[in-house]
């Protein structure tokens, strides 16, 4: 596997991940922070969320042993409660993250799911179409003066073809 050999310094930048507990999303979690950004972990199931940074915080650990180095200013990380299938739940989410930050830097709309049975959001929409565009559509919106007050802010957002 190659891994992105650019070491961009992100200390001090703030980092939104939709979906950092499993997959892309806690990899990338892992990298960001490697590189010194502090993180905010959006995600639906918290206890996946509070292993999936257990496991960062152990890979950094190996990471810094590799290297010799020593975190002398460690990644701060978040974990925030966000279901992407409620617009409610997202509006929550903006809420709290307002609450507690005044600066964003970098979002990555990562979340997403695929196939399944047919289903319904509480909304009414279906459910696919809400956690992959919907949700996302809308805390990038809810979001979108924090990214524009930051400095050199970034959307990222992370799609398959999968859903045609």
């Not at 806690?26 to 918290?46: K, N, Q």
């Not at 990471?63 to 975190?71: P, Q």
């Not at 830097?105 to 919907?134: C, D, P, W, Y």
């Amino acid at each position: 596997m190659k891994y992105c050999t650019i070491e961009k310094s992100l200390r001090g930048k703030i980092v939104l991940v939709t979906g950092a507990s499993a997959g892309l999303g806690r990899e990338l979690t892992y990298e960001l922070s490697r590189r010194g950004a502090e993180i905010v972990m959006g995600c639906r199931d918290l206890n996946k969320a509070d292993q999936a940074l257990h496991w960062v915080k152990d890979r950094l650990q190996s990471c810094y042993a590799e290297s010799k180095m020593h975190a002398e200013n460690p990644p701060k990380f978040h974990i925030l409660p966000l279901d992407l299938s409620s617009l409610l739940s997202v509006q929550n989410f903006a809420r709290m993250f307002r609450e507690r930050f005044d600066r964003l830097h970098i979002l990555v709309n990562n979340a997403g799911m695929m196939g399944g049975e047919f289903a319904r959001s509480k909304g009414g929409v279906e459910i696919q179409f809400t956690v992959n565009h919907l949700g996302h559509f809308h805390l990038t919106n809810l979001l979108s003066d924090v990214l524009k007050q930051s400095q050199d802010s970034r959307v990222v957002i992370v799609s398959s073809g999968y859903y045609r």
